[in-house]
């Protein structure tokens, strides 16, 4: 079992800057890919952006794709989301979720998942509010 938990989220205003966090539990960290989803209120879950274990491969969507960055700190068990120019329509309960892929040589995949059905852990979730 692998626990996540994002920070980082708040109330920002419109052009705004913030920083999500995710911490993971375990100590293979290296070995799963990351991304984040956000979800707002009465839609369904999406994408936001993907980083494979080794970081080679990242993926955004294309509402986030140049105001948002994805990476990851292995040492640290931690992947961010650095999210600039902030639009009201980004607000959302943001989560982090994790997958495990390994190639036959046993290394893990350099995949990125960009369905939810992809993922098998998630975070709890945190808030962004983008206000006009």
């Known amino acids: 079992q692998v626990q996540l938990v994002e920070s980082g989220g708040g109330l920002v205003q419109d052009g705004g ?3 999500l966090s995710c ?3 375990t100590s293979r960290f290296s070995a799963y890919f990351m991304g984040w989803f956000r979800q707002a209120p009465g839609k369904e879950r ?3 952006a993907g ?3 080794t970081s080679t491969i990242i993926y955004y969507s294309d509402s986030v794709k ?3 960055t994805i990476s990851r ?3 640290e068990k931690t992947v961010y989301l650095q999210m600039d120019s902030l639009k009201p329509e980004d607000t959302a309960d943001y ?3 994790t997958g495990l892929l390994f190639n036959p040589s046993g290394s893990c995949a350099d995949y990125v998942g960009i369905q939810t059905r992809d ?3 998630w975070g709890q979730g945190t808030q962004v509010t983008v206000s006009s």
Do not use: K
Request: glycine fraction near 4%; proline fraction near 0%.
């Open 95 to 97: 989560y982090c979720a």
């Open 23 to 25: 911490v993971s539990s």
């Open 17 to 19: 800057t913030l920083r």
């Open 119 to 121: 993922y098998d852990y």
């Open 46 to 48: 999406e994408f936001v």
């Open 66 to 68: 140049g105001r948002f």
């Open 73 to 75: 700190d292995n040492a």
């Open 51 to 53: 980083i494979s274990c």
